[in-house]
Structure formats: C-alpha cells, structure tokens
C-alpha cells in the first residue's frame, strides 16, 4: 500500500529565502508525480507533474525533483515570495491511470 | 473557461436528508474521481470513473453514489447524511499517466 510522507508540516520563513519542501512514498513503482497548492478554502492548483522517467521540472521559480529510486522528492522555491504562502501537497498514483495517494501537504508562510 | 467545475461550493443541511455534488470537466479526460478532505485537511480517493464505468470504489458508505451519464460529468449523490459526512469534497479528471485537474470543492456541512 502507497503511503506518501511530506517534511516538514509547516514552515515558516522570511521573504526572499529559497527553501525545500521534502515528500516520500513508500513504494517506488510509480508512474509519475504530481506537486499541488493549495491556498486556504480552495481548490488544488497544479505545479510540476514529474513522470517516472525524468528527474526534475522546472516552473518558473519553482523546481521539482524526483529520485525514484530512494523514493524522495523535492519542491525547490526560489526567492519565496508572501503569495507563496499556501499548503503544498505531494501526490504519485498507485499505477498508471490510478487515482492519486496524497501526502498530508507542508504549510509554508512566507513573511513579508 | 473551468476546466473542472463543481456545484454547489457550499452546502449546508440536516442529518438524514438527502443531497447531490454535480461535477463537469471541460478537458476531454476519460476519468474523473472523487476525492474527501477531511477536518484535518487529509486528502483521500473516494471513486474514480473511466469512461463512465466505476472503476474504483474505496471502502466508502452505500449511502454515496457515484453517477456518470457521460464522460465529462460525475455526480456524487449521498444518501441519509450524517454529521461525520461533514467535509470538503472534490471532483477531479486526468488522463492516463498526465496531470490531475481538481474543482474548487464542495464545503459540505451537516447540522
């Protein structure tokens, strides 16, 4: 059974800091991963989608990691910025066309 | 143009009544699911449709039913709610192997 864990829960930083969100799933036969936010009373936006075979993607500020392997990815944030302030959540799907298994999300407020 | 889209955003009612989610997506994807964030913000599956068939069916109550009568829509319809049904519910779609696109939500609230 997939199980995905994210590190830490919360974080709190001053604006400008680059930071590391930290997601972990148990098994490694994944098709791909997905990073969500999700800002307070609101639906889930869609970052990266990271398929198996790449290792990283890049959006704007904002790189995502994959090691398959070790079952480790990473959410990197550059210059953070007081709008990046939201619930970041990992999610892989147990297989192909599966649905997807979330991670309990890392709360990040960045402070002005 | 909502790729996703759910109605209604909040729903608030009594304990036994019956209530529906309709959800439609605007993407072309052959599946669609059902996810419930519980009070501590806990994402997790409920059904998942391809192409109209369940193909999913995690270890949710019969009193909630899941209709698709076509490929871009999902309907989650409950039955005799309960105050533990109070949570927020999300219809999402994908495509096999490509990103998952969620609605906005449904705050259901029962008194």
């Known amino acids: 059974k997939q199980e995905v864990t994210q590190i830490p829960a919360a974080l709190s930083v001053p604006e400008g800091e680059n930071l590391v969100l930290n997601c972990s799933f148990t098994?490694?036969?994944?098709?791909?991963l997905q990073w969500f936010r999700q800002d307070p009373g609101k639906g889930l936006t869609s970052l990266l989608l990271?398929?198996?075979?790449?290792r990283e993607q890049t959006s704007g500020r904002l790189n995502a990691s994959l090691d398959k392997s070790s079952g480790r990815s990473t959410l990197y944030i550059a210059a953070s910025q007081p709008g990046d302030s939201a619930t970041y959540l990992c999610?892989?799907?147990?297989?192909?066309?599966?649905?997807?298994?979330f991670g309990k999300g890392t709360r990040l407020s960045v402070i002005a | 143009d909502t790729a996703v889209s759910q109605t209604p955003k909040y729903l608030v009612t009594q304990m036994g009544n019956d209530k529906s989610i309709k959800c439609e997506q605007n993407?072309?994807?052959?599946?669609m699911y059902w996810y419930k964030q519980d009070s501590k913000k806990f994402l997790k599956i409920m059904f998942s449709?391809?192409?109209?068939?369940?193909?999913i069916n995690e270890t949710v109550p019969n009193r909630f039913s899941p209709k698709s009568p076509d490929k871009a829509h999902l309907n989650l319809h409950i039955n005799s709610l309960e105050l533990g049904d109070s949570a927020v519910y999300f219809c999402?779609?994908?495509?096999?192997?490509?990103?998952?696109?969620f609605g906005q939500g449904t705050r259901l609230t029962v008194v």
């Open positions: 999402a779609s994908s495509q096999v192997n490509t990103e998952a696109f």
């Open positions: 098994d490694s036969a994944i098709y791909n």
């Open positions: 990271i398929q198996s075979s790449q």
């Open positions: 999610a892989v799907p147990y297989s192909g066309n599966t649905p997807l298994v």
């Open positions: 993407l072309g994807h052959d599946t």
């Open positions: 449709y391809n192409n109209k068939e369940l193909i």
